[in-house]
């Protein structure tokens, strides 16, 4: 059977390294495969963090030879094993150990976000009647699996740390997934001008790029949340009438 | 002394899945401290794989539909040996349940009018289940999660608990540790609510991830309480078989329900070839017929493919056993042949089942659109749990409740598909809402701290061991219980194979009781493996005991020895607890007699 070797980043806090790993492959199989396989065999007390195994929760983000990816979705056979694989934990969070980063800063931004607040239901049974084509939109927002890839490739978090002005492209998606419900009644544009910060994005597009879910984070989500922004502040026309009848 | 961190609470919910974070709510709503326990980070449960939808007669697209239909379509699938209460009160409650999901914000597909698009399912008469394409489980828990984190509860993320604390008879708290760093962690609770889900890493090909462990199943055996029906595993009929490394992974009903057909090597659709007695009223006949069904058309009936579970699972084994298998030992399911039928069926496909495109084109390079699946059963839902009272979920231990998969009565000897979704939304609810009555109605608890010393202790034991040379880690003695498990008590078992099983069992729990963990407390997946064998043993045995008690076919457990259903048999079921001499007791319970309302609603409907 053939073997591949996977240099895979092994440390917490305090420090690490790099460390080989030779292990046997087969047809078909993904990174995460071959890390699991590392760690039965070779490695008990590797740290990685892992669930549905198809791309579907969202927990095994890494990054493959310097490349953001999920280590379920990332097959042995689109890389070239001639050569040591590297495996390392996402560099935009804190490291707990090995494979596993410290991502609870994510969990405590979504708080920061104010909730869906729908109008009052339509029908007396609490339903509300909405068309395919008024949730299209928003259901690909709601397909993010909340990997965190884009915030780990987002370089104002990545270069800048603003960790305590910027919620990310993760969030500017939950955002604009609330902003365009079609029920939701509530407004987010204060918040994304003055307090998470939208306008330090510069649409490099690096987190459209990573997505798994293939979701087109910048151009349907904070693109639009910008234009809200500007439009709410910064409209000159609506500067001037404003003005006019001495409203602020 | 062992070191701890005390984080009291009214209400602690052991698992962050559906149906934890349902009783969350829940409970926060009413008033109570609640905090939550999670193995994993916070929505990454197995909740997140659901894929079809979830069942409620709320009658968007076939008005026919309404709770009698949905309650004597799940006792007819449950081979009616649930706990008929159950079966009502979720087949009543799961509407208003799914339109809450919506006032919280979920985002379901639409039919024309705008209301909630519902599709077909395997058992259910009319299209029934509330999805958003093949994602509906990533909709829900993210809703859930969404608007918990709101509601003032406080999550312990990547968390696991050790053992429940008794205080005399009633249940007093939790005690467990960090998996990040180590730590351990102490929980008092007025009550406890498990919500733990299932069992699935008991066998070796199962859609289920590392953390389904049988936990919840462990815990509360081991503080006295109640398991039943542990004999029904149910094996999903359609898993990936190829590559090996995707072994398992899920491939949804909702394929069937788009009109996916099964077919054997010799291009057969062999579904057709063995249908029930009692479902042949509501079963196509033929071809034309099942497609019209798949399509909406009302006067059509159900094609075989969308028989329940159990069933087709078993037809498929059948299929491979006699050799009319595919190249990698499963059989043929295919959606690509809908083009006869549908002028855009590339984009159709695409848009009705998105994730299972995306998840055969990149693990298997196949085209889902083109070329048909190779698939074959895989280990999915455990309807068997812990004995929970109906209206209340709390168990026979003062103070504990189970909730969702953990739990056992709503779905008998196997589990329509869809039911899953909608049982953690009613009865997470209902859990919730009793364990914070609970919480106020009965006065605090002392922790017992022997308890929480010896499980400090027992705890730290691998590590001791692993400094000595010749220790065995977890991982191997894991794996060669779940090839046992798989081989001996799996779709298809007898007695003499069964016993042999529980046999091992013993073996690996000397093995496990030897095993020895290297490094430190950090983060260490090797200890908290270590951790989890004992659940997993515990449960492979009640799993064990109870289909040796069970000598019949019913449902998910099929016996070789006993192939037929004795009627005898559907009279009770067979409840697991801890003997006062530590050894494991197997009894059987007869059933409540139903009131007359409900056999006459069942009457009805046949």
Redesign the interface.
Known sequence: MATATFRIWRG?DRGGKFQDYTTEV?????VL?AVLKV???QA????????????????CSSEINGNPKLMC?T?LSTLDLTQAVTVEPMRTFPL???L?T???WN?HV??TIR??A?RK?DFS????????KD?NR??EF?????CFLCQDVCHVLREHKKFDQFIGPRFFVHTAA?EM?PL?TDTRTEDLKDKHNVGYCNITTCCRKVCPEEITITENAIIPLKERVVDEYYDPLRKLVMKIIGAK | MAEYQTHAYDVLVIGAGGSGLRTAIEASAAGARVGVITK???????T??AEGGVAAALGNVDERDNWRVHFSDTMRGGQYINNWRMAELHAKEAP?RV??L????A?F??TK????LQRNFGGHRYPRLAH??D?TG??MI?TLQ??G??QGME?H?ECTVLTLLMDGGRVAGAFGYDR??GHFLLFPAKAVVLATGGIGRAYRITSN???YTGDGHALAYHAGATLMDMEFVQFHPTGMV?????QG??VTEGVRGEGGVLRNSHGRRFMFDDIPENYRNQTADNPEEGWRYTQGDKNARRPPELLTRDHVARCIVREIKEGRGSPHGGVYLDISWIKEKLPNSEEHIKRKLP?MY??FK???DIDITKEPMEIGPTTHYMMGGVRVDAETQMSSVPGLFAAGECAAGLHGANRLGGNSLSDLLVFGKRAGQYAACFAKENGDIAVDSVQVERAAREALLPFERGQKAGAE????IQ?DLQSMMQDLVGIVRKESEMKQALEGIQKLRERASRAG????R??????H?AMDLPNLLSVSEAITRAALEREESRGAHFRDDWPEKNPEYGKFNILVRQGRDGGMQITREPLAEMPHELKQVIEEMK
């Open positions: 917490n087969s047809e078909g199989m993904v495969d760690q039965a065999e008990n007390d590797m740290a990685v963090r892992w669930n549905c195994k198809a791309g579907k929760c969202g927990s979705m097959r707990i150990k090995d596993a410290d991502v609870s969990f979504k708080k909730k869906f729908p239901p049974d609490g339903s509300w009647r909405m068309g395919q949730v928003i259901q709601r397909k993010c699996i909340e609330l419900h939701d | 994993s980070l916070l929505g990454k449960a197995h997140v794989m208003d339109r809450e919506e006032a919280w914000g985002v597909d639409r009018e705008g209301r909630i958003v394409g994602r990533l909709e993210r969404d608007h984190i709101h999550v993320m990040e760093r991830s590392w953390e190829w590559p090996p490394s995707v992974i899920l994730s995306h998840q990149q693990l298997a880690g977890a991982y191997q794996h963990v290297n490094g430190n950090e983060f260490n997946n090797g200890w493996t």
